[in-house]
């Protein structure tokens, strides 16, 4: 297998912690360079990694075949289609862009240029989700009729990245914690049929979005996503409920603390959650109540890199396709047009 020469477009939290371990380790890819605008950091951790002064000379070197988009989000639709254009396959932070239309431009030009173009919607390989997504699959809750999915946190001070809290196309929870848990609703149940949106500002001295609640409306459905930073007791992070029982989990995926502390994603019970996060699944099985305990799947954000591996220079199936981040952005415009009109959006 030919290794894949990979460029990072920063080397902040983003590249440091989601992006450059597993690069690294994975034996189809090899971290070849990042665009560093003034700390020259990189090389410190990986030596022998090229630094580059700007993305023009990032994008120039014929030797890279993957570029990774992850800087803020309205720079996305810029930067990616600069490297499409340049002939790079594209892997794109959430959120994959600010608006539907960026979107559905990049998805035409990497049509046109052949060249492979994903979302990291990371969160799919959480320890929490894999095993939601396993619970519903299974069907043991019979025919789900009502889900929750809660992004929740407690914290008062604004980011010290100005332009998470600065008015920018992008900024604001929505697109921020949004993607994450809509693409897992979507990548549960497919497009709504319809939503109800709405969106606040909540925080002390904030002035961008800080909360939102949205319903999705299916058929016999309704799926509610929630994310707020005023969240002192935080509550389940998955409650579903079917005709069968219920599923409840909280939020508990170790990956994220482990690789700000330096962990590898190549350590020993790497992605697995402590016991004691079980989630709690209640049906009717034979007529009789059965509790039981869930203990979760391993989480491994390594999944992501190797199916984009496969898909970049196999032609398999990619890990999260364009058209779904897509789909994502479809929710969020829905929801700020919700927002603005109190009214129901029907997709």
Known sequence: MRPLNTALCSFGMSGKVFHAPFLHLNKGFILYGVWERLKKMAASVYPGIISFGSLEAMLADAAIDLVIVNTPNYTHYDFAKKALLAGKHVVVEKSFTVTVSEAEELIQIAKVKNKKLSVFQNRRFDSDFKTVKKIVDEGSLGKIVEAE??????????????????????????????????????????????????????????????????????????????????VKEIPPAYSFHGTQGSFVKSRADIQEEFLKSGIQPDSVDWGKEPVDAAGTLNILKDGETVLQKVISLQGNYMEFYDRLYEAISNDQKLPVTAEEGLNVMRIIEAVQHSNLTKKVVDL
Request: no cysteine.
């Open 149 to 230: 999915i809660h992004f929740d946190r407690f914290n008062l001070n604004l980011s010290p990245k100005q332009h998470k809290e600065t008015i920018n196309p992008g900024a604001g929870l929505l697109h921020d914690l949004g993607p994450h848990i809509i693409d897992q609703a979507l990548h549960l149940f497919g497009m709504p049929q319809s939503l109800f949106g709405f969106l606040r500002v909540l925080r002390p001295l904030s002035m961008v979005n800080d909360y939102f609640d949205m319903h999705l409306f299916y058929t016999g459905l309704t799926v509610r996503l929630k994310a707020g930073l005023i």
